[in-house]
């Protein structure tokens, strides 16, 4: 037999972990939007879209959909009139498996790439999108840095996650769900139970949407969250400030 071995399940919060990460996304590309609309009982699709809602006047302007998965967000947006779109992800297979929902001679890029080394000019686009992917970014703080590199002044960046809750209440919610439901019916629908037991655990290791909206001010945001409803997902909007040189320095506790 030829090929290299497979890569073992990625460690939530491992600073080594994007090889593994990568791989796992790879794996469960060709089913992951029927286990998203699973397991949020087809919710994920209305918090998509208050989270297109929350770019506002940027939303029509040029967008970059980071970890971008296999395109939900760049779809919707090319739907609603953008400019254009860069759709960044760094697992190939996701981004493939998204390419059917873009009609022919859309504006958009799609490129295979890491958060942390975007492809993009500085100040090239007007709004960020992220959907449920910056748990997955090693170094979080370089991933939040060049989404300020890329914004211009003014522009927006909205965050979509599962942060690790703050209150006793939210976290026995949404432990008892992510333990209990997640990796079972996860594992069920794509064949790959261990991928669902990390995405719980990335939720464990990742910032609290306090945390995380800290982390923007730090660099150069004004930034303010929500949650969403049920409370397991939030959203978080960071309006880009004048520009300032960012120092891109890790903070001694980042998830």
């Given at each position: 037999?030829?090929?290299?071995?497979?890569?073992?399940?990625?460690?939530?919060?491992?600073?080594?972990?994007?090889?593994?990460?990568?791989?796992?996304?790879?794996?469960?590309?060709?089913?992951?939007?029927?286990?998203?609309?699973?397991?949020?009982?087809?919710?994920?699709?209305?918090?998509?879209?208050?989270?297109?809602?929350?770019?506002?006047?940027?939303?029509?302007?040029?967008?970059?959909?980071?970890?971008?998965?296999?395109?939900?967000?760049?779809?919707?947006?090319?739907?609603?009139?953008?400019?254009?779109?860069?759709?960044?992800?760094?697992?190939?297979?996701?981004?493939?498996?998204?390419?059917?929902?873009?009609?022919?001679?859309?504006?958009?890029?799609?490129?295979?790439?890491?958060?942390?080394?975007?492809?993009?000019l500085d100040q090239s686009v007007d709004g960020v999108?992220?959907?449920?992917?910056?748990?997955?970014?090693?170094?979080?703080?370089?991933?939040?840095?060049?989404?300020?590199?890329?914004?211009?002044?003014?522009?927006?960046?909205?965050?979509?996650?599962?942060?690790?809750?703050?209150?006793?209440?939210?976290?026995?919610?949404?432990?008892?769900?992510?333990?209990?439901?997640?990796?079972?019916?996860?594992?069920?629908?794509?064949?790959?139970?261990?991928?669902?037991?990390?995405?719980?655990?990335?939720?464990?290791?990742?910032?609290?949407?306090?945390?995380?909206?800290?982390?923007?001010?730090?660099?150069?945001?004004?930034?303010?969250?929500?949650?969403?409803?049920?409370?397991?997902?939030?959203?978080?909007?960071?309006?880009?400030?004048?520009?300032?040189?960012?120092?891109?320095?890790?903070?001694?506790?980042?998830?």
């Amino acid at each position: 037999m030829s090929g290299a071995p497979p890569l073992p399940p990625p460690v939530a919060g491992a600073p080594d972990r994007a090889p593994q990460v990568r791989a796992m996304f790879d794996r469960i590309a060709p089913r992951y939007d029927l286990a998203n609309r699973v397991l949020s009982l087809g919710l994920d699709r209305w918090w998509r879209r208050q989270a297109l809602a929350a770019l506002k006047e940027c939303a029509r302007g040029d967008v970059l959909d980071l970890c971008a998965g296999t395109l939900d967000f760049t779809a919707a947006l090319v739907a609603g009139g953008a400019r254009s779109v860069h759709a960044v992800d760094f697992s190939q297979e996701m981004l493939d498996a998204g390419r059917a929902k873009l009609p022919p001679g859309a504006e958009v890029t799609i490129t295979a790439a890491d958060a942390r080394a975007l492809p993009l000019l500085d100040q090239s686009v007007d709004g960020v999108v992220c959907g449920f992917g910056l748990r997955n970014v090693p170094e979080l703080h370089r991933a939040v840095a060049e989404c300020a590199r890329v914004l211009r002044p003014g522009g927006r960046l909205v965050v979509l996650d599962f942060f690790q809750p703050d209150g006793a209440v939210g976290r026995l919610l949404q432990g008892t769900y992510n333990r209990l439901v997640v990796p079972t019916v996860g594992g069920l629908v794509t064949g790959f139970r261990d991928a669902y037991a990390y995405l719980t655990d990335s939720i464990d290791a990742f910032a609290t949407r306090a945390e995380f909206e800290e982390m923007l001010t730090r660099f150069g945001f004004v930034a303010r969250g929500r949650d969403m409803f049920p409370p397991v997902a939030s959203l978080v909007v960071g309006i880009r400030q004048e520009a300032t040189i960012v120092q891109v320095q890790a903070p001694e506790d980042e998830p």
